[in-house]
C-alpha cells in the first residue's frame, strides 16, 4: 500500500519538495589519457541536509541522496572499482550534472566542496576543485 500523499513515491509531502539552489557540472574521462575519474563531494555544513539529484550527460547513470555528499568514480568497462564510493562505467568522456536542492525549512543554503581527480592507473594525471569562498561571521 503506498502511502497517501507522497505521489511518484517522492520522500517529500506536497508543497515541502526542497527548491532548486544550484547546479553543478563536471567533465569526467575514463579508458584513454586519463584512465579515470574520482569526484567527492562534501557538504561545508555536515549538520544541514541538502538533497541531491545526479545525472550524466554521455552515460548511463543518476542518483538521489539525502545530502550534499557524493563519492563517485568513473571507471572504464573491465576495471576493478579503484576506490570506495559509486562507479560509473564510461568510455570517453561525460558530464555529470549535480542539482544542489535547499529543504524549505532551512533559512540557509550551503554550496559543497568539490573535489575531481583525473587519474591514469594509481598516477594523478590532475586536480581542479573549487570551494564556497569563505564568508565573514
Avoid at 35 to 63: A, N, R
Avoid at 93 to 101: P, V
Amino acid at each position: 500500500m503506498k502511502p497517501e500523499g507522497y505521489p511518484g513515491g517522492s520522500p517529500f509531502p506536497p508543497g515541502k519538495e526542497p527548491k532548486l539552489a544550484g547546479v553543478i557540472k563536471i567533465f569526467v574521462a575514463a579508458g584513454g589519457d586519463i584512465e579515470w575519474t574520482q569526484v567527492s563531494m562534501t557538504p561545508t555544513d555536515p549538520l544541514t541536509s541538502q538533497p541531491i539529484q545526479v545525472s550524466c550527460k554521455g552515460c548511463e547513470f543518476g542518483m538521489i541522496g539525502p545530502a550534499a555528499e557524493l563519492q563517485v568514480q568513473v571507471i572504464p568497462p573491465g576495471l576493478s572499482p579503484p576506490g570506495m564510493g559509486g562507479t560509473i562505467r564510461l568510455k570517453g568522456t561525460a558530464t555529470l550534472e549535480i542539482r544542489l536542492h535547499q529543504n524549505l525549512s532551512d533559512e540557509q543554503f550551503h554550496w559543497p566542496h568539490v573535489t575531481v581527480t583525473y587519474r591514469r592507473g594509481k598516477q594523478i594525471v590532475g586536480v581542479t576543485g573549487w570551494s564556497p569562498p569563505h564568508e565573514p561571521p
